[in-house]
């Protein structure tokens, strides 16, 4: 992606290679969770409860909002 870019190089060797520091991670977290979901993926149950996912708990739920907002109107205009 960023093979011939100076300020990237630069980048890595001060901090080390974040990017690919969190890719592996993603991947770790996801072969993990992929694991942890073999029990219930293997029995067949729904992973969802019936009616959809639950708000999170203390966190009231939103309603959809009905309307939309309307465009600024135009500012000043300069001479």
Known sequence: ??????????????????PLQVR??????SREVEFAMQPLLQSGQSL???????PAPGR???PAPTWQRSAL???????
């Open 1 to 18: 992606m960023f093979q011939d870019s100076p300020i990237y190089d630069r980048l890595i060797a001060e901090r080390g290679d974040i």
């Open 24 to 29: 592996r991670e993603a991947e770790r977290v």
């Open 48 to 54: 969802l409860p019936p009616g959809g996912p639950a």
């Open 60 to 62: 009231p739920t939103q």
């Open 73 to 79: 109107p135009p500012g000043p205009q300069q001479h």
